[in-house]
């Protein structure tokens, strides 16, 4: 990484160790002082710059250390450097933090700072309302937990053909027409999986445990509450989440079940299984877009170059400055992210290329994500340079759907094409799952105290609602566990129905793009650049699109992605 920060400091010490709690003392007695003596309105927004300049450093040197975690798991100096920051660094801030928050939520100015302030005066007073000191702990032990997921998931390697292979890498054999050997290495991952199955049992079983007591502690109900007051989730409520999951059932998940007829009438077979839900239909060669992660970056620039001279821009930024780590290789944790460098006010990218399309798809969702950051820098909060989560998937999302038509990069027409394809009916397959995936969290944390029996139990309930129509005969227990697969359910609890709401919004955003695809871009950055200073509905608004995950918006979206399947198939 070649980074810096994006304005000079100037509260806080250019030498300062900010992993070093002795030097962080005096930095928040200095920030209580100041705002003892904010006499004007003027003087607490300097105060709030100040803090704002404390909180992107901190963030930075904290995001520093996970990103090197996450980019080789397997090393103890590494993972040394990040535990110090979750069992040292972390627990010895939040007191601190939070009396600061308690100072400012009080304070006779508050309430006369202007308009621009309002959402950061909603999200202190909602700090304030859920910290409890004794869920420090809690939390740190929770944040140690998910390190540990990591680290198993990490590690989790086959000895295929001779060779020892990371799970992501043999995920490509599932794209090849060779249906015996995609069984073997179905196989052969699912068992890989389901031998860590006690160990991420035992894993979520803590994490459960921490997160009643966290909810309890502050006083509510059960943890589905206290996470959408912690979410800051204003604006809609569990029961528009459970309205949603049964709005998928109706409208998405007989699309997504017609999709496999078809898949299994091309196929020839009698029946699909696991295996079968990869490969190409037609029995086509799978699709391999690229071979290296720089090759990987260039083409993935042109596409940009050629979208908005924009977006070129911002991507050119990234390479400048080093911020990406796409390769897959051992020892490196699952999945992908953008994480933001507060302090240079740059995103940080990272997946697990391996050279399938769906690696071309992370790349410019994770772009997505960091062209908001980008277009948000200027935000004099650090508190504004992100947004909710529901709009930040907006921004990935659109990427996924605009980018589309320039995946001539990649490929010859006919393989464009048929990429193009297989994104659009992976979105009609996606809504199934985030209803399967939020639905089960719901149930988990309503009804904490059921048993590993009762929870594969209401899972498999959900898998035959909202799942396909493979065959799992003989694999019961595979099944059961699939969803120790899905880092969010682990890591970042209830996230995952904001891919779902800001799917409808990229959808949108698409429909527009396919008409004016200047006018989409135009809406999409005006959007980006307000980062989180307005509430959710009206940054939505501000990007030309609904903020709604209703019938009245789902059943036209579907409609217009099976008619675009339509015109490419023609």
Same mark, same amino acid.
């Given at each position: 990484?070649?980074i810096s920060?994006?304005? @000079? ?8 160790? /900010? ?6 003392? @005096? ?7 100041k705002?003892?003596?904010a006499?004007t309105?003027e ?12 909180c ?21 100096e590494?993972?040394k ?11 010895w801030?939040? =007191?601190?933090q939070?009396?600061l928050?308690q ?14 302030y ?6 202190v007073q909602?700090r ?10 809690r939390e ?6 998910c390190?540990?997921?990591? %680290?198993?998931?990490?590690a989790? *390697? ?6 020892e ?9 599932q794209? $090849? ?9 179905w ?14 049992? $035992?894993?979520?079983d ?5 997160r ?20 800051e ?12 999951q ?9 699309l ?12 020839g077979?009698?029946?699909?299984? @696991? ?9 086509? @060669? =799978? ?12 083409? *993935? ?30 020892? %490196? ?5 953008q994480s ?5 006010r ?9 050279? /399938? ?10 772009a ?5 950051a ?16 529901e ?28 990429a ?6 992976g ?16 149930w ?11 929870r ?23 099944r059961?566990s ?12 209830f996230?995952?129905?904001e ?5 409808l919004?990229?959808?949108? /955003? ?12 135009d809406h ?11 509430p959710?509905p ?17 059943e036209?979206?579907?409609?217009g ?10």
């Amino acid at each position: 990484m070649k980074i810096s920060p994006y304005r @000079p400091r100037r509260f806080v010490p250019q030498t300062i160790d /900010l992993t070093d709690t002795a030097q962080l003392a @005096p930095l928040f007695e200095s920030l209580k002082e100041k705002l003892d003596v904010a006499r004007t309105a003027e003087q607490l927004e300097v105060w709030l710059d100040d803090y704002s300049e404390v909180c992107a450093a901190l963030s930075e040197s904290s995001a520093i250390t996970y990103i090197r975690m996450t980019c080789q798991t397997d090393d103890p100096e590494r993972e040394k450097a990040y535990l110090k920051i979750v069992e040292e660094i972390d627990p010895w801030l939040k =007191p601190r933090q939070f009396e600061l928050m308690q100072l400012v939520s009080t304070h006779p100015l508050l309430p006369k700072l202007p308009s621009y302030y309002n959402i950061f005066r909603r999200s202190v007073q909602t700090r304030v309302k859920l910290y409890r000191e004794e869920n420090v702990a809690r939390e740190t032990e929770e944040a140690k937990l998910c390190q540990q997921y990591q %680290k198993i998931s990490g590690a989790m *390697t086959v000895q295929f053909e001779g060779k020892e292979q990371t799970l992501p890498a043999m995920a490509k054999i599932q794209e $090849e027409a060779d249906r015996s050997r995609r069984q073997a290495a179905w196989e052969l991952t699912a068992q890989s999986r389901l031998k860590d199955r006690p160990a991420l049992d $035992e894993v979520y079983d803590k994490l459960l445990g921490l997160r009643v007591e966290i909810a309890k502690a502050a006083d509510y109900p059960d943890y589905r509450a206290y996470t959408f007051a912690n979410y800051e989730r204003f604006d809609y409520t569990p029961q528009d989440c459970i309205d949603f999951q049964n709005a998928v059932e109706k409208h998405i998940v007989p699309l997504a079940r017609a999709l496999q007829k078809k898949r299994l009438a091309k196929l020839g077979l009698d029946k699909l299984r @696991p295996w079968d839900l990869a490969v190409d239909p037609e029995q086509r @060669p =799978p699709l391999r877009p690229f071979a290296t992660g720089d090759e990987l970056q260039t083409k *993935t620039q042109a596409i940009f170059n050629k979208l908005d001279p924009r977006l070129g821009q911002y991507f050119s930024l990234l390479r400048e400055h080093e911020v990406v780590d796409l390769d897959n290789r051992k020892g %490196k944790a699952p999945g992908g992210y953008q994480s933001t460098l507060a302090e240079a006010r740059l995103p940080f990218i990272f997946m697990n290329a391996v050279g /399938l399309q769906r690696d071309v798809e992370t790349l410019v969702h994770e772009a997505g994500h960091a062209f908001h950051a980008i277009a948000a820098r200027h935000e004099r909060l650090h508190a504004y340079r992100g947004a909710p989560i529901e709009f930040c998937e907006v921004a990935s999302m659109s990427m996924e759907l605009i980018t589309s038509p320039h995946w001539t990069e990649f490929y010859n027409t006919d393989d464009a094409r048929r990429a193009h394809r297989d994104h659009l009916e992976g979105i009609i397959k996606f809504f199934p799952w985030m209803a399967t995936v939020d639905a089960f969290q719901h149930w988990i944390y309503t009804h904490p105290k059921h048993t590993h029996a009762e929870r594969d139990a209401y899972w498999l309930s959900l898998m035959n609602r909202f799942g396909g129509i493979e065959d799992w005969s003989g694999y019961e227990d595979i099944r059961a566990s699939l969803w120790h697969r899905q880092l969010h359910i682990f890591e970042i609890p209830f996230y995952y129905v904001e891919y779902g709401i800001a799917q409808l919004g990229a959808l949108q /955003l698409w429909q527009l793009s396919r008409r004016n695809v200047k006018r989409a871009l135009d809406h999409y950055l005006s959007g980006l650049s307000l980062g989180g200073s307005l509430p959710l509905p009206e940054l939505f608004h501000a990007t030309g699109i609904e903020f709604d995950f209703s019938d009245r918006t789902i059943e036209p979206l579907m409609a217009g992605v099976q008619a675009a399947l339509s015109e490419i198939s023609a």
